[in-house]
């Protein structure tokens, strides 16, 4: 046996979704639990996203009176993957632990104190196929005041809403012009807002507030946690996990344990990687926290898992105007490209796709439309009504789209003809393309991509365009065109795994003492992404799977 400079019953390599499940879970069960994060702070992407978690079946539909099964997921989920029903990340067996094993899950962490709810109103991505829910399968984390967790509260990753307003809140606004429902949400937010100011409370929403909450359960439960702590390698002895070797407070450590769980990330923000797996990406696009670079994933590799569908991400269709490359969240393009008054093409000019799809769908659009035509970029063509409306980047006028134009980035022209000579492409090509589009939305169809047939691409759209919430003429001048690019959240590809959670040698044997979750690993739903949190809810699941595994539950 190597001698270790400590020894813990299990050892969690990072903090994003998941991890802390899994160390809770651990922990509560009389095992003493080392968390080890290599950032100085605590959550991963998964605290810098909207932290939602697609759960079919989950507790929160019953009680809302909302129908679904375990069944009819999989109806859904396996209707999506056609005959890719049984590749190495996303066997039968793997799809069925995932889906039975989600609402115990929530069920659990509610038991735990972890206060969750649901998004009523967030469609499945294909809510059109069978199986699919046009109402919503989403969990989300409700409001946390970070100062419930004391000193650590400086320790958690920076979210993108640091405020007492939920998600479900923040879609009522673009409804404000419309509806006193939507003005009274404001309105209670604003009041609940000052509230929390004036009592000094740091109340977040999102993911942080799930991340947020999941360090509070762990670290009641007994949870060791150290940052700035990256972990060097894994220590292998006779096929056998047996702990890591880590930096701790800058001293490496050979640190024991006979269960390891990787929750340490993808590779985002590694551009060697990003090279080799996903051409024409790129790390500067990336949503992903600066410390998702990929090594954990090579060092699985070399104890001897193997990897697969390391070619996929959640993209998130991104537009970069001067002085917004930095930002901390990138300009989203998702509900721009779906906006009635708007359409995607190609470098030819041509539209390819639905542009009012799920964001993976699109970016995996632009990134395939480029292996035959240019697509990366390609461009959102909109008319006056929609940047009125709508707006680029939250701009809908003045100095700053002037300052866009004049610096090349934003192409504005009085037609179409023009507009398509600005961005460089055939004028025949863009007129016929618009004037086709046109010709759907006088016909009340889409027949080229079917924008409309489904509620979700309506749900991105503008429900108070009548008689369709996302198809509108592209005929009022000017007209606008923005580069869009395959930005993402984070990679969706990794080490395989199998229905427990153990990492899997390319023998197809488990890796002793060796467990992976997140998006580290192979996602169990293959190539497909089926509704809002598909990588974030399995992250959870698969920790939650591994824990009673290890603990010998299951």
């Not at 939602?52 to 507790?59: A, K, R, S, T, Y």
């Not at 946390?144 to 923040?170: D, H, I, S, T, V």
């Not at 993209?315 to 393009?333: H, V």
Request: charged fraction near 25%; charge should be neutral.
């Amino acid at each position: 046996m190597t001698d270790f400079d400590r020894e813990y019953d299990a050892i969690v390599v990072g903090s994003g979704a998941g991890s802390m499940c899994f160390a809770q879970m651990m922990s509560s069960a009389g095992k003493k639990v080392l968390l080890l994060e290599k950032s100085s702070y605590i959550g991963g992407t998964t605290a810098r996203s909207g932290g939602v978690m697609w759960i079919p079946n989950n507790p929160m539909m019953a009680q809302d009176g909302v129908h679904d099964s375990a069944d009819e997921a999989h109806k859904f989920v396996e209707g999506l993957m056609g005959e890719r029903l049984d590749e190495p990340g996303s066997t039968p067996a793997r799809r069925a632990a995932l889906l039975r094993e989600g609402p115990n899950m929530v069920a659990y962490l509610q038991s735990q104190g972890v206060r969750l709810t649901r998004v009523k109103d967030w469609p499945d991505y294909y809510d059109e196929r069978p199986g699919g829910c046009k109402t919503s399968r989403t969990v989300v984390s409700e409001l946390f005041n970070l100062k419930e967790l004391g000193p650590w509260a400086k320790k958690m990753q920076r979210g993108f809403l640091p405020l007492p307003l939920m998600l479900a809140e923040a879609f009522e606004f673009k409804n404000l012009k419309h509806t006193w429902r939507s003005r009274g949400v404001l309105l209670n937010f604003i009041f609940r807002l000052l509230a929390h100011v004036l009592t000094g409370r740091k109340t977040v929403s999102a993911g942080l507030a799930l991340q947020g909450q999941m360090m509070k359960a762990a670290l009641a439960a007994g949870v060791e946690f150290a940052t700035e702590s990256p972990v060097e390698s894994l220590i292998i002895e006779k096929d056998r996990i047996t702990g890591v070797v880590a930096s701790v407070n800058g001293e490496s450590q050979r640190i024991g344990a006979p269960v390891v769980l990787m929750d340490s990330g993808g590779f985002a923000k590694n551009q060697a990687m990003r090279d080799r797996y996903q051409p024409h990406t790129n790390v500067e696009w990336s949503n992903a926290v600066d410390t998702d670079t990929g090594e954990m994933i090579e060092e699985m590799v070399r104890v001897g898992a193997h990897t697969h569908n390391m070619d996929m991400m959640v993209g998130y269709q991104t537009i970069l105007p001067p002085g917004k490359e930095n930002d901390f969240i990138k300009p989203g393009a998702q509900q721009l490209g779906a906006h009635p008054h708007a359409i995607v093409v190609d470098q030819a000019g041509v539209r390819f796709m639905n542009e009012g799809g799920s964001y993976v769908a699109f970016c995996r659009g632009l990134l395939d439309r480029n292996k035959s035509v240019p697509a990366v970029p390609s461009w959102i063509v909109m008319d006056g009504r929609c940047v009125k409306s709508k707006g680029i980047a939250g701009v809908r006028g003045g100095r700053k789209l002037k300052q866009w134009e004049e610096a090349g980035y934003l192409k504005v022209a009085a037609t179409v003809r023009e507009l398509a000579t600005a961005m460089k492409v055939d004028s025949d090509a863009l007129e016929n393309t618009v004037e086709r589009f046109n010709d759907f939305v006088a016909q009340g169809r889409d027949t080229d991509f079917g924008r409309g047939d489904r509620d979700y691409d309506g749900w991105l759209g503008d429900r108070w365009n009548k008689p369709s919430p996302t198809l509108g003429e592209l005929s009022e001048p000017p007209f606008y065109a923005v580069p869009v690019v395959p930005g993402d959240v984070g990679t969706y590809g990794g080490v395989v795994t199998d229905e427990h959670a153990r990492v899997l040698a390319d023998n197809n044997e488990p890796i002793g003492g060796l467990y992976a979750t997140g998006v580290c690993t192979a996602s169990a739903y293959g190539r497909v992404y089926p509704g809002a949190g598909a990588s974030i809810g399995p992250g959870y699941t698969f920790a939650y799977i591994a824990a009673k595994h290890a603990l010998g539950l299951d």
